[in-house]
């Protein structure tokens, strides 16, 4: 099984700032990354799939880049609508794993 | 547009069954394999099981392996899931998801339903 890592667990910023996500996988999962954004109550919604393509409909201020074992999820410019928790997934062979999460606090 | 709907979830006691199911619409249905993500209270997120586009593909976590069986009736456009055995541990919301790409069951999840909440309790 592909253990995916997070870090940090929990990111505090200020409307405008970059916020830089991280997620490590355990063995390579080649360019099988996405990430998800969740918020209270709601489904994961999917911003980044194949770690660097945009889903429909996500803004380009959220960017995914990363190969192998180390991606990035980049939010350039963040807003009060971006507090939530990510999740990093990979699809490189069965089991399917999630990472455990990021929390992104909005100052 | 793409909907899913999740039911029957809802309280049972350890060792009890339930049956999920989640009604799929807005999409080509058999093109697509279907899969269950569920979430613990207050934790992260879990795949539990796909089934593959025409259904003969089946596949499960660890955790649920030999207690949950996952099966789709493309006539109905409809999901389900078989949950045997339960434990306490499979308290959680859980998700539909359908897969973004109609080329694998190995994919990522563009589209989900906003779940039901199961919990195995005495």
């Known amino acids: 099984e592909i253990v995916l890592t997070q870090s940090p667990a929990t990111l505090s910023l200020s409307p405008g700032e970059r916020a830089t996500l991280s997620c490590r996988a355990s063995?390579?999962?080649?360019?099988?990354l996405a990430w998800y954004q969740q918020k209270p109550g709601q489904a994961p919604r999917l911003l980044i799939y194949d770690a660097s393509n945009r889903a429909s409909g996500i803004p380009a201020r959220f960017s995914g880049s990363g190969s192998g074992t180390d991606f990035t999820l980049t939010i350039s410019s963040l807003g009060p609508e971006d507090s939530a928790v990510y999740f990093c997934?990979?699809?490189?062979?069965?089991?399917?794993?999630f990472g455990q999460g990021t929390r992104l606090e909005i100052k | 547009e793409v909907q899913l709907l999740e039911s029957g979830g809802g309280l049972v006691q350890p060792g009890g069954s339930l049956r999920l199911s989640c009604a799929a619409s807005?999409?080509?249905?058999?093109?697509?394999?279907m899969t269950w993500v569920r979430q613990a209270p207050g934790k992260g997120l879990e795949w539990v099981s796909t089934?593959?586009?025409?259904?003969?593909?089946?596949y499960y976590a660890d955790s649920v392996q030999g207690r949950f069986t996952i099966f789709r009736d493309n006539s109905r456009n409809t999901m389900s899931v078989q949950m045997d055995s339960l434990r306490t541990g499979d308290t959680a919301v859980y998700f539909c998801?359908?897969?973004?790409?109609?080329?694998?069951?190995?994919?990522?999840?563009?589209?989900w339903g906003q779940g039901t909440l199961v919990i195995v309790s005495s």
């Open positions: 807005g999409f080509t249905f058999i093109n697509y394999a």
């Open positions: 998801a359908r897969g973004l790409l109609d080329t694998t069951s190995l994919d990522v999840f563009g589209y």
């Open positions: 063995q390579s999962v080649s360019s099988y």
């Open positions: 997934q990979h699809r490189r062979n069965w089991p399917i794993t």
């Open positions: 089934i593959g586009a025409g259904g003969g593909s089946t």
